[in-house]
Structure formats: C-alpha cells, structure tokens
C-alpha cells in the first residue's frame, strides 16, 4: 500500500527527519552596513572649520575616519559597532586632541549590530 502525502508535509519531514535540531531556523548571517556609531563636528577656536584633519581610531574599530571641511566646521563619520573608541584628532597648524567615546547598543550574534549614535563636537587650537 502506498502512502501519498501533500506536498507541504513531505517538504516539513525531509527538513526535519532525523536532524535532532529543534524546528527554529538556523541563523544566516546578513550583509550588514556597518551603522554610524559616531559623528564628530570639529571646529577651530578662532571659528570654522578645521582644513587638514586626520581622525584616528583606535578600540573597538580601528583606521581612520571620512571627513568633510564644511562651512562653519570640519564633520567625521565613523561606522562602526557598540564599545569604546579612542580618537586622536590631528591638523597642521593645531595641537592635538585625543579623547574617548563609549558607544552602546547591540551586537547580537544573528543578525545586524544597532548602536546609539554618540554626537561628539570638538574644539582645536592653533599651534
């Protein structure tokens, strides 16, 4: 005697005949953009923006950071997940600066990670 089964069944016994997993799915890792963790506005302490300015980061992500000289200040962006950062901001003709930001928020082990993005303004003085 042969047993005809509906589809829908036959598909959810093959996926889980003999697995001995529970029926949750398993965990398929996303292609995540990394989120802004941080936006740092730097200006001078004679007003405007700062030409010439390297961001290094050091600690929970490391390198450098993109920035722009805007009008009235020089703006970073700085992708990257929940910790803490050092930052090290440097330009010709300024002293420089360095100081640490503590971004929270999730790094869940399926899925993509959330941060809360930290504001940070920044004020250097020429040398």
Known sequence: MR?????????LLSLNAGCGHSAQPECVALPCALPVAIGVSVTSSKGGPVPGLTLTLSGAESGSAQCDVGDSATSCTVPGVSGTYGLQL????FQ?????VVVPGTSPACGCPTVDTQQVSVVLEPT
Do not use: N
């Open 90 to 93: 440097s330009a010709p003709g």
């Open 3 to 11: 047993r005809v089964f509906p589809a829908g069944v036959a598909v």
């Open 96 to 100: 420089g600066k360095t100081l640490s």
